[in-house]
């Protein structure tokens, strides 16, 4: 039997990527975890080191740093940058951050929580793409969740979220420049069973892409480009 192809690491393919690990995960740690619980109650620790190595085994062009500190993302882009200004501490740490695998640049943060208190890890995230870098693989990255609910609070939980971080202009060090626009795509996913609520709730993985862009960019260009 043929190997199947390996997947091209486009931002989409990534956040839908994500879901599926955090479905794999999901039954995991149903059938060998705590009986009592379930992804929504797993370690983020856990859930962390599956997203990484689902992540680097889906696409063999990335690598991945586990508690990334901010500070090193000046010496690792070769750049005159300093990103502990914009995250606002030394010891600013990321959850999961993917590299390229032959040169180790950071492409795109990932931050993970279990709960709806994303809008601070939101803000890191477009506080670093906000940073003049001139490199437009800085300008993404991903917002993990697990959720607790059902489909409807999920759908309006999805949205309120959007637009709260679509509607951030500033960032840890500065306003955003009114050409810079921070866009959301978020997609979600039943990715279990819940076994502490009502059957009405299930576990769902969300994953928000978070995106600084500069409008005189137009969106097919946007579609276009791809981090390998």
Request: glycine share 4%.
């Amino acid at each position: 039997m043929l190997d199947a192809p390996a997947k091209t690491a486009y931002r989409s393919a990534i956040q839908f990527e994500i879901l599926d690990v955090l479905e794999r995960a999901a039954r995991m740690y149903a059938e060998q975890g705590d009986p009592n619980s379930d992804l929504r109650d797993a370690p983020e620790y856990m859930i962390n080191v599956n997203l990484a190595q689902g992540l680097v085994s889906a696409f063999p062009t990335l690598r991945f740093r586990l508690e990334h500190p901010a500070a090193m993302y000046e010496n690792s882009a070769r750049q005159a940058v300093d990103a502990r200004i914009a995250i606002g501490k030394d010891t600013a740490r990321f959850d999961l951050v993917l590299l390229n695998k032959q040169t180790g640049i950071p492409r795109y943060i990932i931050e993970v929580k279990r709960g709806t208190k994303i809008i601070s890890d939101a803000r890191r995230i477009i506080s670093m793409a906000a940073l003049d870098s001139g490199r437009k693989r800085w300008r993404h990255g991903y917002l993990v969740t697990i959720l607790r609910r059902s489909e409807t609070e999920v759908v309006r939980i999805v949205k309120e979220l959007a637009d709260e971080i679509e509607a951030i202009r500033s960032t840890k060090s500065a306003e955003l420049p009114n050409h810079q626009q921070v866009i959301v795509k978020c997609i979600h996913k039943r990715i279990g069973d819940s076994r502490q609520e009502a059957k009405s709730k299930a576990i769902y993985g969300l994953v928000f892409q978070v995106s600084l862009v500069d409008r005189t960019v137009t969106e097919a260009a946007e579609e276009a480009e791809f981090d390998a």
